[in-house]
């Protein structure tokens, strides 16, 4: 199920001074197992210190360029980029599980639309990856982008975005936001926040206009600016986020939910009888409903479970529950449609019932 293929790395580029560009070879027999959507991102795997590590990285190229290319940031004390940035070279075969994620809206070459895109830091890789092949697919469409970062030397896709911009001079707009490094026009100087989004929409773009906004950044910046685009007019609907980490505050509200359920006597030490079904075969399992996720109880029976941030914000574990009751600690990446129609994350999930049947091979 977790179906990683080990893939060879035919370039490895400085991007930023802590970013790398990281291009995977695609032989032709995996073209179609990779065949990827903008917005997507692929899971790596590398044994770390004796450690299986997986981390997602999302595509930052267009789904024309039929090219598989990642950009990894390095984070102060990050256990993967550090890895990376230390060991990636070109020739250097590594694991990569298919592209998954739906970060993104169908495509229409007849469409004419305004797409909105909101990007800080490396969270600009998902959303270049929309503006150009939305660009590419949609001859009358135009996107405006808004991407913040601390200063010009730290902007990630620096270049590729220029070319963009030049490819495209009438149908893309840039806007760079920069808080440490002091711009002409004051309205682009500062942080990507709700008073920036307030002030941009005041005296650079019409909200109304826009059709489709996309937002990935920080926690507290994805959430700032959804809320004032709503509260600028825009439906819930027609604003995608994506995070790629998520606030400890969360942690802490998690670990209240765990006080709550393994206080309560009804669920402690009850079993749980489990199917998981995966790539059709199903496989039961016994479990205990206050001690393990859905996940960890599945991996520690042996079944071969996709899964990599264990932190409810990848969704690689995505799973439908079809019969059964599940309580899930947190969700950052699950929409409010995904879980009317039953799916949850297994990492973040408890057994709330009896008896569950789980199926992860239903992807929407
Ligand atoms: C869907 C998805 C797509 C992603 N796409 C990209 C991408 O295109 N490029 C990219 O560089 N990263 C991306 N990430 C983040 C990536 O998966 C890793 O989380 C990141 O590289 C850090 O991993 P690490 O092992 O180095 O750090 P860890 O060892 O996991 O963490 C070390 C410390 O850094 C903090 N931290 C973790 N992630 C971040 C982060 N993203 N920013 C700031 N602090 C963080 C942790 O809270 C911890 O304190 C994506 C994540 C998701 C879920």
């Given at each position: 199920m977790s179906?990683?293929?080990?893939?060879?790395?035919?370039?490895?580029?400085?991007?930023?001074?802590?970013?790398?560009?990281?291009?995977?070879?695609?032989?032709?027999?995996?073209?179609s197992v990779f065949a990827y959507q903008q917005g997507q991102h692929l899971t790596l795997r590398a044994m770390i210190d004796g450690e299986?590590?997986?981390?997602?990285?999302?595509?930052?190229?267009?789904?024309?360029?039929?090219?598989?290319?990642?950009?990894?940031?390095?984070?102060?004390?990050?256990?993967?980029?550090?890895?990376?940035?230390?060991?990636?070279?070109?020739?250097?075969?590594?694991?990569v599980m298919p592209p998954m994620g739906h970060f993104q809206v169908p495509l229409q070459p007849a469409q004419s639309r305004h797409y909105l895109a909101f990007a800080?830091?490396?969270?600009?890789?998902?959303?270049?990856?929309?503006?150009?092949?939305?660009?590419?697919?949609?001859?009358?469409?135009?996107?405006?982008?808004?991407?913040?970062?601390?200063?010009?030397?730290?902007?990630?896709?620096?270049?590729?975005?220029?070319?963009?911009?030049?490819?495209?001079?009438?149908?893309?707009?840039?806007?760079?936001?920069?808080?440490?490094?002091?711009?002409?026009?004051?309205?682009?100087?500062?942080?990507?926040?709700?008073?920036?989004?307030?002030?941009?929409?005041?005296?650079?773009?019409?909200?109304?206009?826009?059709?489709?906004?996309?937002?990935?950044?920080?926690?507290s910046m994805t959430r700032q600016v959804s809320e004032t685009l709503q509260s600028l007019g825009m439906i819930k609907d027609q604003i995608k986020t994506e995070l790629f980490s998520a606030a400890t505050v969360d942690a802490a509200a998690a670990a209240a939910r765990r006080q709550a359920r393994t206080s309560d006597a009804s669920v402690l030490g009850a079993q749980c009888e489990v199917s998981f079904i995966i790539d059709g075969h199903h496989h039961q399992i016994t479990m205990q409903r206050d001690t393990q996720s859905l996940l960890d109880a599945g991996l520690a029976h042996g079944i071969d479970i996709r899964y990599a941030c264990k932190g409810g914000i990848c969704a690689t574990c995505r799973c439908k529950v079809v019969e059964g009751r599940v309580d899930m600690d947190a969700n950052h990446a699950l929409e409010d449609y995904e879980i009317a129609r039953g799916f949850v994350l297994s990492c973040q999930a408890f057994a709330a019932s009896e008896r569950l049947v789980l199926d992860f091979d239903q992807d929407s």
């Open positions: 179906h990683f293929h080990s893939l060879s790395i035919d370039r490895v580029q400085q991007d930023t001074r802590d970013a790398i560009i990281v291009s995977l070879h695609l032989p032709d027999e995996l073209r299986d590590v997986r981390r997602s990285y999302s595509l930052c190229s267009a789904v024309q360029d039929q090219q598989l290319q990642i950009a990894i940031k390095k984070v102060s004390g990050g256990v993967f980029s550090g890895w990376a940035h230390a060991n990636l070279k070109a020739g250097m075969t590594i694991d800080a830091g490396s969270g600009i890789t998902p959303i270049y990856s929309i503006i150009k092949t939305s660009l590419l697919t949609e001859p009358h469409s135009r996107v405006t982008l808004v991407y913040g970062n601390r200063a010009s030397s730290t902007v990630m896709l620096r270049e590729a975005l220029a070319d963009l911009k030049d490819r495209f001079l009438d149908r893309l707009s840039i806007v760079h936001v920069m808080s440490r490094e002091k711009q002409e026009i004051d309205l682009f100087n500062g942080r990507i926040d709700a008073d920036k989004c307030r002030a941009l929409a005041e005296h650079w773009i019409k909200i109304n206009d826009v059709d489709v906004a996309f937002i990935c950044g920080p926690e």
